[in-house]
T-cell receptor
Framework: DAGVIQSPRHEVTEMGQEVTLRCKPI?????LFWYRQTMMRGLELLIY????????DSGMPEDRFSAKMPNASFSTLKIQPSEPRDSAVYFC???????????????FGQGTRLTVV | GQSLEQPSEVTAVEGAIVQINCTYQ??????LSWYQQHDGGAPTFLSY????GLEETGRFSSFLSRSDSYGYLLLQELQMKDSASYFC?????????FGQGTELSVKP
């Protein structure tokens, strides 16, 4: 497997524009996570899905952020409208959780470096 | 609430041993994981402790004490390439929460 694939790798956009980040998880993994990483706040969990269903979106900072997982091989994170404070590296990760809920290892994509000017 | 605490930075010399501690607070705890992240890269999995005790993987070892809500990552025979950020994380019911990370600097 090619691992978790994210696109684009870099995105520069103007404030107010819509931004869509994309993720293809590892085939067969049943959990998908979206994280945001900044120097100030570290690696924050934004939302995660189990079998394409959003389980916990309490980390999504504002209504400007939305995430979807229309099928097992694709997820998007959308920011509309974008603001300079959204500038960060956004990671997607996937994992296979054992029966009973134990999650031992998550595989991360290379991230999308978003700059909003 | 859920939280993990680890030192923000640690410095050590090449060839030495370093220990990075992690304390946590959560309900529904399943186990403690450790991840490594080099500048500009993605976090990569290092180890997992589902039970109390020590897990060894080459130069790296990880320890967990559930009664103390505490774990650590031990890196032996440090190499320059070990300079990176190290994160502890706990997972429960699928959710995976990371600490703020410890930046390890290995000096010659």
């Amino acid at each position: 497997d090619a691992g978790v694939i994210q696109s684009p790798r870099h995105e520069v956009t103007e404030m107010g524009q819509e931004v869509t980040l994309r993720c293809k998880p590892i085939s067969g993994h049943d959990y998908l996570f979206w994280y945001r990483q900044t120097m100030m706040r570290g690696l924050e969990l934004l939302i995660y899905f189990n079998n394409n269903v959003p389980i916990d979106d309490s980390g999504m900072p504002e209504d400007r952020f939305s995430a979807k997982m229309p099928n097992a091989s694709f997820s998007t994170l959308k920011i509309q409208p974008s603001e300079p404070r959204d500038s960060a590296v956004y990671f997607c990760a996937s994992s296979l959780v054992k029966a009973g809920g134990e999650s031992t290892e998550a595989f991360f994509g290379q991230g999308t470096r978003l700059t909003v000017v | 609430g859920q939280s993990l605490e680890q030192p923000s930075e640690v410095t050590a010399v090449e060839g030495a041993i370093v220990q990075i501690n992690c304390t946590y607070q959560t309900s529904g705890f399943y186990g403690l994981s450790w991840y490594q992240q080099h500048d500009g890269g993605a976090p990569t999995f290092l180890s997992y402790n589902g039970l109390d005790g020590l897990e060894e993987t080459g130069r790296f070892s990880s320890f967990l004490s559930r009664s103390d809500s505490y774990g650590y990552l031990l890196l032996q025979e440090l190499q320059m390439k070990d300079s990176a950020s190290y994160f502890c994380a706990f997972g429960g019911g699928g959710k995976l929460i990371f600490g703020q990370g410890t930046e390890l600097s290995v000096k010659p």
